[in-house]
């Protein structure tokens, strides 16, 4: 038992889970920046020695230079002329991850505390804690039913597309589907959990979706313009279709409050899906994606299960029924505007450090490229006729 607790998966679970703890115990310790960073390098240095890892004093050298990076990401991203462009801190994060990895290269001695998928584990648990059932409830059932319409459609067609026309592997074609259909980045991780997947595939498609949902945070609200649609519609076609939370947000503040308010619903519909994904997908991938002919155990499936999507729903049911919505709001924005923030800016910084050029650009990744541009025109397509149909006459 204690073994499987040392698995990156469960300690990035209790530290997602310890930070939340925090957050409702002493939410005014969390708020402030020091103590928060302090409390998140010492989780993150107990739970690496918990995992069996042996430290001469490197770990807190290497994670105060990714810190550090991500402090810099986000002074970047404040700068005037970039807010008014728009590009996030994530987009900084992984492109000064890239530039350093591919130069200079990544030292030896600041290596051990360059673990993207252990932080961004822990800041999906925290997550849960955003996505408020009552809140969602309040803003209509429209949103979920456009947001269940859109990733059954979009991820089937993805899989489709990968597997058949463009002969992906499972594996990729999975991460792929789902990072296109349900929430970018935090689909892509946590069905890369559930599939026990390849670290270097999941770094790929997550800079992929970074990539592209740059340029579709400009040219959607565009084209919604040149199009006539609707605050409420063109908002509901924005939610379904950027990959990214924070790029959803920037695209409808360039349309109107209205379309911003739309844009957040149907993101956060899609968001509550992730956890119920992961959990069809690790089953799935037990019974289907390996070359077993015997079909596993119910022990083998909770094996596989990546047990932070349990934390994240656990997070989301506790902090929407056990406090009343507004104070669950405010320690929802404590926790994800603090420390889930930290903690996707390091392991933002930690993909770009993990990413080789020299494999983003081979030859053969260029199936993967063109697989997910074809299943993101789809998913543009349809969510627009799904947004039209359900939103137009608002």
């Known amino acids: ?85 728009g590009l996030e801190s994530v987009f900084f994060a992984v492109l000064i991850g890239l530039i350093i990895r591919n130069t ?8 051990s505390a360059v673990r993207s998928e252990y932080y961004i584990k822990a800041g999906l648990v925290i997550l849960g804690s955003s996505i408020l059932f009552k809140e969602i409830m309040r803003a209509g059932a429209l949103g979920m039913i456009q947001a269940m319409i859109v990733v059954l459609a979009v991820w089937y067609f ?45 770094s790929f498609v997550i800079s992929l979706v970074l990539i592209v949902a740059i340029p579709m945070m400009y040219l959607l609200p565009y084209l919604a313009g040149l199009m006539g649609l609707s605050q409420e519609v063109a908002g509901a076609w924005l939610g379904g279709t950027i990959d990214t939370t924070a790029a959803v947000v920037a695209s409808g503040k360039f349309i109107g409050e209205t ?3 739309y844009s957040v ?18 089953i799935y991938w037990s019974y289907k994606g390996t070359n077993n002919e015997i079909r596993p155990t119910g022990s083998v499936l909770w094996d596989r299960f990546p047990k932070f999507v349990l934390g994240f729903l656990v997070a989301s049911l506790i902090f929407s029924f056990a406090f009343d919505m507004e104070t669950g709001k ?30 983003i650009f081979k030859k053969e ?14 998913n543009v397509i349809i ?12």
């Open 1 to 85: 038992m204690l073994k499987s607790l040392r698995s990156e998966d469960w300690v990035a679970t209790m530290i997602g889970a310890t930070i939340l703890i925090l957050v409702i115990i002493a939410p005014s310790v969390m708020w402030n920046n020091i103590y928060m960073s302090l409390i998140i390098a010492l989780l993150s240095y107990i739970g690496y020695l918990f995992m069996g890892n042996k430290d001469k004093g490197q770990f807190f050298i290497s994670f105060a230079f990714i810190y550090v990076l991500a402090q810099l990401a986000s002074y970047l991203s404040s700068l005037a002329p970039i807010k008014t462009i």
């Open 365 to 378: 990744n260029s199936r993967y490229i063109w697989s997910f541009l074809t299943a993101q025109t789809f």
């Open 158 to 202: 993805s899989f489709w597309i990968a597997t058949k026309a463009f002969k992906i592997d499972k594996e990729m074609s999975m991460l792929l589907s789902s990072s296109v259909s349900i929430c970018g980045v935090s689909a892509a991780i946590a069905t890369s959990g559930a599939i026990k997947g390849d670290p270097k595939k999941l």
């Open 330 to 359: 405010e320690l929802s924005r404590i926790a994800n505007r603090g420390s889930r923030g930290l903690l996707f800016s390091l392991a933002f910084i930690c993909i770009g450090l993990e990413t080789d050029f020299r494999y």
């Open 383 to 394: 969510t627009l006729v799904v947004a039209w149909l359900l939103f137009s006459q608002l």
């Open 104 to 111: 200079v290269g990544l030292p030896k001695l600041l290596e």
């Open 259 to 261: 379309a911003e308010q």
């Open 265 to 282: 619903i149907i993101k956060s519909a899609q968001n509550v899906l992730l956890g119920v994904a992961a959990f069809v997908i690790s």
